[in-house]
């Protein structure tokens, strides 16, 4: 999985961790076990993105289950929890939903748990909506191995990875780097 390509955003030194084929390899990986998952559901399951990072595996995610016939509503719900010098703050909610999602089976996707804050807070989210979901399975391609305990199960997990800085396809260093197709991992 790893190369030797090297940028620089900032002052931080990042090394490529996994490439675009990598990426879309596992994604697709992920795509088949949801749609073995919902293939007898009674309505399209919603892919409920968590912006801004959830985004980009959203719309690879979502492009693969079109690829395996898996119809699905796509979505997006705003969170925020990290400031500008990448420390966590108390997670919000900046934007809801524009699907029902009342009895709905959702699939929340996001790129990565760090800490699992952002999505332990929307985990308990749930309990008090007044769009209760039916069902809610979550998605991530990337947990660090530091994260808290978890309020919830993580249905659907691409890699298991160190606690070190990811940067690129959603995940950023201090607002840089989200566009990057491959995926680095800071080194300095």
Same mark, same amino acid.
């Given at each position: 999985? #790893? %190369?030797? #390509? ?8 990042? *090394? ?10 596992? %994604? ?6 949801? %749609? ?22 959203? !719309? ?12 699905? !509503? ?19 909610? *900046? ?13 929340? !996707? ?29 998605? *991530? ?19 298991? !990875? ?27």
């Amino acid at each position: 999985m #790893k %190369t030797e #390509k090297n940028i620089t955003i900032g002052s931080y030194k990042f *090394t490529q961790y996994c490439s675009r084929a990598d990426i879309l390899d596992r %994604t697709f990986d992920l795509a088949r076990q949801i %749609t073995n998952d919902y293939r007898n559901s009674e309505q399209e399951p919603v892919l409920l993105l968590l912006m801004t990072g959830g985004i980009y595996l959203g !719309v690879d995610l979502s492009r693969a289950l079109d690829e395996l016939g898996c119809l699905h !509503v796509v979505d997006s719900i705003g969170l925020r929890r990290y400031t500008k010098d990448e420390v966590g703050g108390a997670v919000g909610i *900046t934007s809801l939903s524009r699907t029902d999602l009342s009895g709905r089976d959702v699939i929340v !996707v996001d790129d990565i748990v760090d800490h699992g804050d952002t999505m332990n807070f929307l985990h308990n989210y749930w309990q008090v909506a007044e769009q209760k979901p039916k069902s809610v399975k979550y998605c *991530t391609m990337f947990l660090k191995s530091n994260h808290k305990p978890l309020d919830f199960e993580l249905d659907y997990l691409g890699w298991p !990875v160190g606690p070190e800085w990811l940067v690129g396809n959603g995940m950023d260093s201090e607002g840089l780097g989200r566009g990057l197709e491959d995926i680095y991992i800071r080194v300095k």
